[in-house]
């Protein structure tokens, strides 16, 4: 009953040209994207469409969708089509969650839509950067702990930290699938890292380790 | 257990305002019974509480003191509502839904199961002649396909119950006789309707039982034929008659007790001639 209305209210909305217009407008923004003016950063353009797509696009989005759902159904009850369903063997309140269901599908398939959109316009991009910027679009790749390794030339040492040529300050999520709790200690992990580095150039410092716990 | 369609008890609705003053008493003290299988007609002059009357019996609104059962069921229960068919004063449809779409989006809404739901709308467009727009989206309906469309979501889940607010309003009189007839279809398969309409010709030649409601208040109630009929009247039809006979009868009449109202020849209703002169022109 409920994804009945929600079909039904899918359907209404992508009848509209509303939802037209709004998914236009974002893809239309996610194409200009590129051309927006930034630093001379080779990835700097592809971090710009990145930003552009979760700050600008999502918020037009969210902004539309909320307008449209907002307005659905005390239009329905200023239209009178209310009645129809409402004579119907549906409590009112099926009605109401039928709606949210719909709008939350909607606005999936709006995020899904634009989401493909932005992804390949953002590999177009990417692919022709330089070898060593790649990278970019991989920092949420899974790792498994047991696999873990990162390689590159070290590049120079400072404060007896290695850096490796190609790699930059950041913030990195590194979710591993292969970890596991310890029975007495509920709230933490024990990590115990091996790393291994192989060095192509030589340096005189000597690599720093954290072991987090 | 309740054996009629529909009963009311002191059913009374006040509209109030935005700050919950009484503004408008749209409907006082409706006390009516509708037994099962008649037709039963809500007249009344636009504004008298018809609409709010089907709304109340529907649930659509709350009442503002009294009760009222459809079928022996409180009408806030969602069971009844199974059994009920409802076509709204307007057509209150979704006009970028088309026919077909219409139909089973309520279908599927009483439940029905999907592949006796499909022969069901074909029956259904089939019968109010829809047949060959069922794929045009509703807003490019006219007003008489709306209402036709109208009447069939109303019976699609095969409905005890039809309440029709004005069926045939804005319908040419073939289409309004088709809806008369299919209104008489419905009697004949046992099912209870209301029909609510200011178009008092077409209540006259179909309602068993009427009420006339005035400013929200029940003016009259009762059988369409007793109303209607002039108890001290007599009429013959005769056919074939000659003046110098006619003039015989009258003598004949006037020595008794009798007083004549009036000789004429009897008019066919401008409805019958309509429908004879367009049957012809086919």
């Not at chain 2, 006219?142 to 309003?169: C, F, H, W, Y």
């Amino acid at each position: 009953m409920i994804l009945t209305i929600a079909g039904h209210t899918f359907r209404e909305v992508i009848r509209k040209k509303i939802l037209h217009v709004l998914i236009g407008l974002g893809v239309l923004i996610i194409i200009v994207s590129p051309f927006i003016p930034t630093t001379d950063e080779p990835d700097a353009r592809v971090k710009m469409m990145l930003v552009v797509f979760f700050q600008v696009v999502v918020l037009l989005c969210i902004v539309g969708i909320v307008f449209l759902s907002a307005t659905s159904l005390p239009h329905e009850i200023e239209d009178r089509t209310i009645y129809g369903i409402l004579s119907k063997p549906v409590s009112r309140l099926k009605i109401v969650a039928g709606k949210i269901t719909g709008f939350a599908l909607l606005s999936a398939l709006v995020l899904v839509i634009l989401g493909l959109v932005n992804i390949v316009a953002i590999q177009r991009v990417s692919s022709k950067l330089p070898e060593g910027y790649r990278g970019i679009l991989k920092a949420r790749n899974e790792f498994t702990a047991s696999r873990f390794s990162i390689q590159g030339k070290s590049h120079h040492v400072r404060e007896g930290i290695v850096w490796i040529e190609g790699g930059r300050t950041g913030i990195a999520l590194w979710s591993f699938s292969d970890l596991y709790k310890k029975l007495d200690n509920k709230s933490s992990f024990e990590v115990e890292f091996n790393l291994k580095i192989d060095m192509l150039a030589r340096v005189n410092a000597k690599p720093q380790f954290y072991q987090q716990r | 257990m309740d054996n009629s369609a529909v009963r009311t008890e002191g059913l009374t609705k006040v509209y109030k305002d935005f700050w919950r003053r009484k503004s408008v008493s749209a409907l006082t003290n409706l006390n009516i019974t509708i037994e099962r299988g008649e037709i039963f007609g809500l007249l009344g002059p636009n504004g008298s509480g018809k609409t709010t009357t089907v709304k109340l019996l529907l649930g659509l609104l709350f009442p503002t003191s009294g009760k009222s059962w459809l079928l022996g069921y409180s009408s806030v229960d969602l069971k009844v509502k199974s059994k009920i068919g409802f076509l709204p004063e307007e057509s209150y449809l979704y006009k970028f839904l088309n026919a077909e779409e219409i139909l089973d989006f309520y279908g599927k809404l009483f439940d029905i199961p999907k592949i006796e739901r499909n022969s069901r709308i074909d029956k259904l467009i089939h019968d109010v002649g829809l047949n060959p727009y069922r794929k045009r989206p509703l807003s490019q309906y006219s007003k008489g396909m709306l209402r036709r469309i109208g009447l069939a979501q109303a019976i699609i889940n095969d409905p005890d119950l039809v309440i029709l607010d004005e069926p045939t309003s804005g319908l040419d009189p073939i289409a309004s006789r088709e809806i008369k007839d299919l209104i008489l279809d419905f009697k004949r398969q046992g099912k209870t309707v209301i029909l609510c309409s200011h178009l008092l010709a077409d209540v006259q030649n179909i309602c068993d039982r009427i009420a006339i409601l005035n400013k929200g208040v029940l003016q009259v109630m009762g059988n369409v034929r007793e109303l209607l009929s002039q108890k001290d009247v007599i009429e013959f039809v005769v056919k074939n008659l000659s003046d110098n006979d006619i003039l015989e009868v009258e003598t004949f009449i006037k020595s008794r007790s009798g007083d004549v109202l009036s000789i004429t020849h009897p008019v066919s209703t401008l409805e019958e001639l309509f429908l004879t002169i367009i049957q012809q022109s086919k």
